[in-house]
């Protein structure tokens, strides 16, 4: 709990270190369910300290011991987000369909169709991005989602507006983003679609396309298990139980 204070008031180097030693204990101790919670609060720190490798392997490991099917979808969430913004974007998107065919929280669901949103904005897949906005529209009238998901999404619409369509449908979609952003208190968001609007009036840069990258060898294996067990043809969210990714 202390840790998780340190996090969220930006103290990342003493919240890891208070968290190592959290881990260590556990294991000392066979404490399964808190080094699980040590490793995913361990793996949240290391994603924002920009430790990508470490945390993925945190959230596996967190994952490993996760005995509550809802706790090991958030975790393999966060694990394909870490994957993300390290620019392993093969793996994160396994990571998300994964969690499409056998998700059951709505909450991670929409994470994941916000991904490979995004995604498809920076590969340039227009059908891809029509299809999932299409099935972003579909899965929230029948799952209400908290504001600031759906904000997230808004945002990567207006990504793909930029992308896709013309420059005015593009200053319109993020304008509303700022709309939402400022009445939601969503200061992250409402600062990247101002840079964008900014960009589209001023004529300044592209849109930016974040690079790819290969995870290490060290994430070899964890990213091959994960491929091996997500479908690239159809990914329908079920109500399956959430089975093991990495089970025979």
Known sequence: GM????????????????????VADAVAFEEADLECNGCHSRGAVRTLRGRY?????????AYELAENTSKRELILGDLAGCAGAAGYRKLASDAYHRLLRTGQLPIVTSAALAGLLEFAVYDGD???????????????????????HT?????????????FKTREIAIAAYRAVIIQAHALGSHQVRFKAEQRLLALTTGAVSLVNPPICEPPDSLRDLANAIA????????PVSNATGADFLSP
Do not use: C, I
């Open 228 to 235: 091996e067990r997500s479908s690239p043809d159809e990914h």
């Open 126 to 148: 227009l059908v891809e991005f029509d299809r999932l906005k299409t099935r972003f529209e579909v899965f929230t009238n029948t799952h209400p989602l908290p504001a600031a």
């Open 151 to 163: 904000l997230e999404v808004a945002l990567y619409t207006a990504y793909g507006a930029e992308r």
């Open 53 to 61: 490798a470490d945390a993925m392997r945190d959230f596996f490991r």
């Open 3 to 22: 840790a998780n204070t340190l996090m969220r008031q930006g103290n990342l180097g003493e919240a890891e270190t208070l968290l190592d030693h959290v």
